[in-house]
């Protein structure tokens, strides 16, 4: 059974800092991994898509990386800013799931500080 | 991008009473539709899987007879809430597949249960 743990759980960082969030998965037989931002009470916004053939995606002043041999996927966030406080999450797609069914991590608490 | 709306946003009700939660994809149509279940710092888990015009995939452990899923046409699924009681309160969230060469899954806003 596929399983995905996030670490830290939370983390609170200066405005301007560079900053890594982890996602790790026991089964490296995935079709893609994918992190998401989710805001207090809201729902999941898709941040980054990763596809199991790749290594890496970047969008703006975010990057993603995966290394699913090890089962491994970094969020890196770049000059961090008091909007990028929200809670990430890291989900997974495992090879074999019939009808495309997500696995989530608990996510990470993310806050910056002005 | 493919927006998901979801009906109501927040729900207040009485213990015993039945809930029904709407989500809609408004610009794209969508034959599979997840419901997910959030508790408070914790992760989503996935209720069921809705298909339409079919019945509904339930995962393990989720009452199919106390949580209805109708998925009656391409872009609307309703999860009710049956005899709803304290312990259901909870974040409800629903996604729609909208592209499947992608497997991208589009989230919508989320409905806030409370049952008192």
């Known amino acids: 059974k596929q399983e995905v743990t996030q670490i830290p759980a939370a983390l609170s960082v200066p405005e301007g800092e560079n900053l890594v969030l982890n996602c790790s998965f026991t089964d490296s037989a995935i079709y893609n991994l994918q992190w998401f931002r989710q805001d207090p009470g809201k729902g999941l916004t898709s941040l980054l898509l990763?596809?199991?053939?790749?290594r890496e995606q970047t969008s703006g002043r975010l990057n993603a990386s995966l290394d699913k041999s090890s089962g491994r996927s970094t969020l890196y966030i770049a000059a961090s800013q008091p909007g990028d406080s929200a809670t990430y999450l890291c989900?997974?797609?495992?090879?074999?799931?019939?009808?495309?069914?997500?696995?989530f991590g608990a996510g990470t608490i993310l806050r910056v500080k002005s | 991008g493919a927006v998901v709306s979801q009906h109501p946003s927040r729900v207040i009700c009485k213990s015993g009473t039945s809930v029904k939660i709407e989500c809609r994809s408004l610009d794209f149509q969508a034959t599979t539709m997840f419901w997910y279940r959030q508790f408070p710092k914790q992760s989503l888990m996935l209720m069921a899987t809705?298909?339409?015009?079919?019945?509904?995939?339930?995962e393990q452990g989720v009452e199919k007879d106390k949580f209805l899923i109708n998925h009656a046409s391409l872009t609307l699924s309703t999860l009710t809430v049956t005899s709803a009681h304290p312990e259901d309160s909870s974040f409800y969230i629903c996604?729609?597949?909208?592209?499947?060469?992608?497997?991208?899954?589009?989230f919508g806003p989320g409905t806030r249960l409370t049952v008192l």
């Open positions: 809705s298909n339409e015009g079919s019945k509904a995939t339930y």
């Open positions: 996604s729609a597949l909208g592209d499947r060469r992608t497997d991208t899954q589009y």
């Open positions: 989900a997974v797609l495992p090879v074999g799931e019939y009808g495309n069914k997500l696995v």
């Open positions: 990763i596809q199991s053939s790749q």
